[in-house]
């Protein structure tokens, strides 16, 4: 009988120790998602009206490849990578 009673103690004292909030982590989440969730300086707009097509885009890249002898996502306009996404040319040239 006295084994219930400790069982219960226990399963009590575990049920009512889960349900209590733990401020730290929640004030530890809210600050990493601040820092990575934030809004930039400068904000480019949609890229409006069609994208390039797959030619005109190799073009651009295959220019950039030979004039800077490297290529980076980073030196591509919006339009240039909506673009290159749209064709499905951005996940082959990314990995």
């Keep these: 009988?006295?084994?219930n009673h400790y069982f219960?103690?226990?399963?009590?004292l575990f049920v009512l120790s889960s349900c209590y909030k733990?401020?730290?982590v929640d004030s530890n989440t809210s600050t990493l998602l601040e820092n990575?969730?934030?809004?930039?300086?400068?904000?480019?707009?949609?890229?409006v009206g069609n994208t390039f097509s797959q030619s005109k885009t190799d073009e651009i890249i295959l220019q950039t490849l030979s004039e800077r002898k490297d290529f980076r996502w980073e030196w591509m306009d919006l339009k240039t990578?909506?673009?290159?996404?749209?064709?499905?040319?951005f996940f082959e040239l990314v990995f």
């Design 1 to 3: 009988m006295k084994f």
């Design 81 to 89: 990578i909506w673009s290159a996404a749209k064709s499905n040319q």
């Design 8 to 12: 219960l103690a226990a399963f009590t």
């Design 36 to 47: 990575v969730l934030k809004p930039k300086a400068i904000q480019t707009p949609a890229p």
């Design 22 to 24: 733990n401020e730290d």
